[in-house]
């Protein structure tokens, strides 16, 4: 296993929320150490109306203005000529954070985790939990 410093290539989901910030930073500072490529990534669920699952123009302006909001991250958490990419998905978060850092061979994620325990997790769970079991590469869990 590599250790941080020799990680290439990184993949960071985020759901804009503060304790996301936190993997924000905590990628930035280890792609400035390292030039790693950084791979930013949001996922929504997929949206529902009633019994109707909404399609086309939604999902697009939906991803849109994901990517628009995952720019911005990107401009404020990362130096200029930082080798920053976003993405936005959709799907169930752990499965499409999981299948992204596959598919582009990524050494690492780096996700954040609220820490909830108890009936909370229970009822919930941990995009962070799952994300720890199933993905192929180091997962660097970083807490708020």
Not at 14 to 24: L, R, W
Not at 102 to 108: F, G, I, L, N, Q
Request: hydrophobic share 45%.
């Amino acid at each position: 296993m590599n250790s941080p410093q020799q990680w290439k290539k990184i993949v960071v989901p985020t759901d804009f929320s503060s304790c996301a910030e936190i993997g924000v930073q905590a990628a930035a500072g280890l792609q400035q150490a390292s030039g790693a490529e950084v791979l930013l990534l949001h996922v929504t669920e997929p949206a529902h109306s009633g019994l109707r699952v909404q399609t086309g123009d939604l999902h697009d302006a939906m991803r849109k203005e994901a990517e628009a909001k995952l720019r911005k991250v990107a401009a404020e958490a990362f130096a200029a000529g930082a080798q920053v990419r976003v993405m936005a998905k959709e799907g169930h978060p752990a499965d499409v954070i999981c299948k992204a850092a596959a598919d582009e061979k990524a050494d690492a994620i780096i996700i954040p985790t609220h820490g909830h325990s108890g009936l909370v997790h229970m009822l919930l769970g941990s995009v962070a939990e799952k994300v720890v079991r199933h993905a192929r590469c180091s997962v660097l869990v970083v807490r708020e």
